[in-house]
């Protein structure tokens, strides 16, 4: 039985993976990305069109989307910005909370109507550093570690009303967030050392196919042999 789903960060990467193989397979998917451009290419049946730095946004665009019923949506999207405690710009503290955290709670909120008439599935993509932070990565692992919070809280609140809720944790797979990190880390990269995007797509894919009856709340995953995030000499 096919399935609608919300892709978030549809635009590229794993969001578009995830889009073309969950379209693949026969599922309605809701893509979502900052711009219509950004969709180009994308499979989907339906956008929703917004920018998550404006979460005052999300519910209008909800509304005018129709969406009343929604088997899961996938939090993918998110930013990532290098920088210590002591250099980190308050600019960039409040973009990173507000996309990660703030825009994934208020959607979460606002597709909950939907999501519990379908006994749906919300899967936040989550990071290594939401379980651990590590030197000048203060911003964005607050933001997972928040993230992380909402989900228990979540899952908590929303197992009466019979709606599933997984935080999952994939750590050096090969994407644009991952290559930038190292590039402003001056760290080496190596694909070869990096799990695939389809392969992480197809483990978010086979959670959500999980039997009626169980769910996965956490799950982390990692490549075999990941190359460590070291500066160049």
Known sequence: MSKTILVTGAGRGLGRTLAERLSARGDAVIAHARSESALDGVPHDRKLVLDLVDPA?????????????????????????????AEETLEWWQ??????????????????????????HVLFVNSGAGLSSAPRLSSYSASKHALKAIADSLRAEEQANGVRV???????????????????????????????????????????????????NELRVEPPNPLPIRPQK
Not at 95 to 120: D, I, S, W, Y
């Open 166 to 216: 997984t935080s999952f944790y994939p750590s050096h797979f090969d994407s644009d967030m991952q290559r930038g990190l190292r590039d402003q880390y001056g760290s080496a990269y190596d694909v070869a050392r990096a799990t695939s995007p389809e392969s992480i797509a197809k483990t978010i894919v086979d959670v959500l196919d999980m039997p009626a009856d169980m769910v996965v």
């Open 95 to 120: 973009r990173t909370l507000t996309v990660n955290v703030v825009a994934a709670a208020e959607l979460t909120r606002v597709l909950l109507p939907a999501l519990r008439a379908a006994k749906g």
């Open 57 to 85: 946004a999300i519910a209008d665009a909800v509304a005018a989307a129709g969406i009343d019923s929604l088997d899961a949506v996938i939090h993918n999207a998110g930013v990532l910005h290098v920088g210590s405690v």
